[in-house]
């Protein structure tokens, strides 16, 4: 899976009181307040707008009805570096995120709203993926910034027994033809979100036996053989469901944590087969590999959404405010070493720095400056950072001078360079924001 790694510049100096400061550039007021309202005798299920569910239970809060319920979402990354939410626990540790919520609830009156004793509220975060050392973690307030402290367990979390039987079940029988890279064809097709275009059953008999498929006149199965034949798939009879579908969960697990879109891998939906011809065929395998692209045959399946489901990570809130679903990223390949990013600080007003790592949604600034260096160590006589080394990376920048916006972005590997030094152009908002979504 590639690994990306991104700077993103943010300093702050004093600026006058008639000046926009920058740092109203990257906050919290980024995030959609979304907005709902409920009765508190009635058990109620809201959804964000970027998937996350919250579960009330009815007196969950007391106070005058209705109730509001605020939510924010920052689920993808882009929208946890716009917010300027950063991803380091209350000791400085370096976090992985799943995505971040906050939680508000107010009564009729405007009175802000706490849960009542022994009450919880069940939070599912959208099809995030599973993976190990994940929990639960609270924002706090510190330094000026929000830090996060672990909290609690996944609800979810047993499941990574599962996957991982899946994944040496996968390993032992798949990759010997198909790519881990689950967008990559290799002997056998990619097989990224395989389970949103397949049945059930109908993956469990392919995979078990994809031949007798193509021999009992399956059109989906003819369809794949016509695309792939004359490489004929293995038979693994030995496999029961229960264990084929752990492979396909893993498979599953794996596509959201290699952030593969929905129709980024391309399956077969239809295909060219004459069908008064196919009824006359005794000798399916040998009418197959002599197939000519005559007639058009559509399928149609029903994918297997239950699967991408159990992807979900919930966990149950006991309060409102600011919940991150982290786990602490530890890399073997990340050794300190020095390395700085040289801004011409002085051109402005205001510079704003950091640090992302895309594939794990990682984002921290920069603790201090020396001149026109950024430093992300956190100690002035230790200049060393643990950053993965040998990382494609990109240093991004944002700064400001009088009403005036500047932002520059440069490719870098991690680790090839002690310093890099970055220039800035001027840019509007609306284009900064464009081409941090768009990087990101």
């Not at 599953?252 to 980024?264: H, V």
């Not at 000798?283 to 000519?292: E, G, I, K, S």
């Amino acid at each position: 899976m590639k690994y990306l790694l991104i700077a993103f510049s943010l300093f702050l100096f004093a600026c006058t009181p008639d000046q926009v400061s920058i740092i109203n550039l990257f906050n919290t007021d980024r995030l959609v307040i979304q907005t709902f309202t409920i009765d508190p005798a009635t058990d109620t299920i809201l959804y964000g707008k970027d998937g996350t569910e919250l579960h009330i239970n009815k007196n969950t809060f007391a106070g005058t009805a209705p109730i509001q319920i605020e939510l924010k979402e920052a689920i993808q990354l882009e929208d946890i570096v716009l917010a300027n939410l950063h991803t380091l626990a209350t000791d400085n540790e370096i976090l992985s995120s799943n995505g971040m919520i906050h939680l508000a609830a107010k009564d009729a009156n405007g009175k802000e709203l706490q849960l009542e004793k022994d009450q919880s509220i069940k939070v599912i975060f959208p099809n995030a993926g599973m993976r190990e050392g994940l929990k639960v973690f609270q924002g706090i307030s510190q330094d000026g910034q929000i830090r996060w402290q672990e909290s609690g367990e996944l609800e979810n979390i047993g499941m990574l027994d599962s996957l991982a039987i899946g994944q040496e079940l996968f390993e032992a029988n798949c990759a010997p033809c198909h790519s881990s890279n689950l967008r990559v064809d290799a002997t056998g097709p990619a097989l990224g979100n395989v389970h949103l275009f397949r049945e059930r059953q109908w993956i469990r008999d392919f995979t078990r036996n994809s031949q007798k498929m193509i021999a009992d006149g399956d059109s989906l199965a003819m369809c794949l053989w016509q695309d792939w034949k004359p490489t004929v798939m293995n038979s693994f009879n030995s496999l029961n469901d229960q264990e084929i579908d752990l492979i396909y969960q893993y498979i599953a697990n794996e596509s959201i944590l290699q952030k593969i879109d929905t129709n980024e891998v391309e399956y077969v939906t239809k295909c060219y087969i004459n069908p008064d011809a196919i009824q006359e065929q005794e000798d399916w395998l040998t009418f197959l590999t002599n197939l000519t692209a005559d007639t058009s045959i559509t399928l149609t399946f029903e994918p297997w959404p239950a699967l991408f489901n159990t992807m979900m990570n919930s966990f149950e809130a006991e309060e409102v405010g600011w919940f991150n679903i982290d786990r602490f990223l530890n890399d073997s390949r990340a050794k300190p070493r020095a390395f700085y990013i040289k801004i011409n600080t002085f051109a402005y007003d205001e510079v704003y720095p950091g640090i992302i790592f895309p594939r794990d949604q990682s984002f921290i600034s920069t603790i201090w400056q020396d001149k026109d260096l950024h430093y992300f160590s956190k100690s002035r006589e230790d200049r060393t950072v643990s950053f993965p080394i040998g990382e494609p990376a990109i240093i991004i920048a944002t700064a400001q001078k009088g009403d005036q916006y500047f932002f520059g972005y440069k490719a870098i590997t991690y680790g090839d360079n002690e310093i890099e030094e970055l220039e800035l152009k001027e840019s509007s908002e609306k284009e900064i924001e464009e081409m941090i979504r768009r990087i990101l």
